[in-house]
T-cell receptor
Framework: AQTVTQSQPEMSVQEAETVTLSCTYD???????LFWYKQPPSRQMILVIR??????QNATENRFSVNFQKAAKSFSLKISDSQLGDAAMYFC????????????FGKGTLLTVNP | NAGVTQTPKFRILKIGQSMTLQCAQD?????MYWYRQDPGMGLKLIYY???????DKGEVPNGYNVSRSTTEDFPLRLELAAPSQTSVYFC???????????FGDGTRLSIL
């Protein structure tokens, strides 16, 4: 079974600075997808970024980018120019390719943004 | 732009009571999911459905039942509520395999 590990229960960053959230995963599959979801205090789950394992190029979405290291099974999220609205719980998630539709989540990292 | 709608948002149940958590999506997605999120944890999959009339168990299905009679609706039923089912429940839908999942706002359920 796949597992997703987020080793940082909490992180903090100063407004306008850059922060990196770590995620590692364990799988024997070659075809899979990785996601970062954001959960603000409103509790809503919001997709931040998505990475296909077969793509070597790291995904980017405005101020959010990932460092995908397939051999190391690492998938970190970098938030540049941090804003107060970025404060939230961030979850890393894994999905098998093909017909396995299930998302496996890590335990999350609580990000605080200091003004 | 309703997306995924969950009702109710909050509910308190007594041990042994039953209830249905409602989930509806208006995006014509075939794939739908129910998750639970316990304090300090990520989401765990309870049940999922790949289309009307088709459902399957996830990681933590015990104590729950689902049905999928239409593409839009995917209700989750608790038959005999137990304190261990106190959690926040999320419904999600997905356009197709390996696509991002769209989540509802969650239902906070307490069983006393």
């Amino acid at each position: 079974a796949q597992t997703v590990t987020q080793s940082q229960p909490e992180m903090s960053v100063q407004e306008a600075e850059t922060v990196t959230l770590s995620c590692t995963y364990d799988t024997s599959e070659s075809d899979y997808y990785l996601f970062w979801y954001k959960q603000p205090p409103s509790r809503q789950m919001i997709l931040v970024i998505r990475q296909e394992a077969y793509k070597q190029q790291n995904a980017t979405e405005n101020r959010f980018s990932v460092n995908f290291q397939k051999a190391a099974k690492s998938f970190s999220l970098k938030i540049s120019d941090s804003q107060l609205g970025d404060a939230a719980m961030y979850f890393c998630a894994y999905m098998s390719g093909g017909s396995n539709y299930k998302l496996t989540f890590g335990k999350g990292t609580l990000l605080t943004v200091n003004p | 732009n309703a997306g995924v709608t969950q009702t109710p948002k909050f509910r308190i149940l007594k041990i042994g009571q039953s209830m249905t958590l409602q989930c509806a999506q208006d995006m014509n997605h075939n794939y739908m999911y129910w998750y639970r999120q316990d304090p300090g944890m990520g989401l765990k999959l309870i049940y999922y459905s790949v289309g009307a009339g088709i459902t399957d168990k996830g990681e933590v299905p015990n104590g729950y039942n689902v049905s999928r009679s239409t593409t839009e609706d995917f209700p989750l039923r608790l038959e005999l509520a137990a304190p261990s089912q106190t959690s926040v429940y999320f419904c999600a839908s997905e356009a197709g395999p390996n696509q991002p999942q769209h989540f509802g706002d969650g239902t906070r359920l307490s069983i006393l």
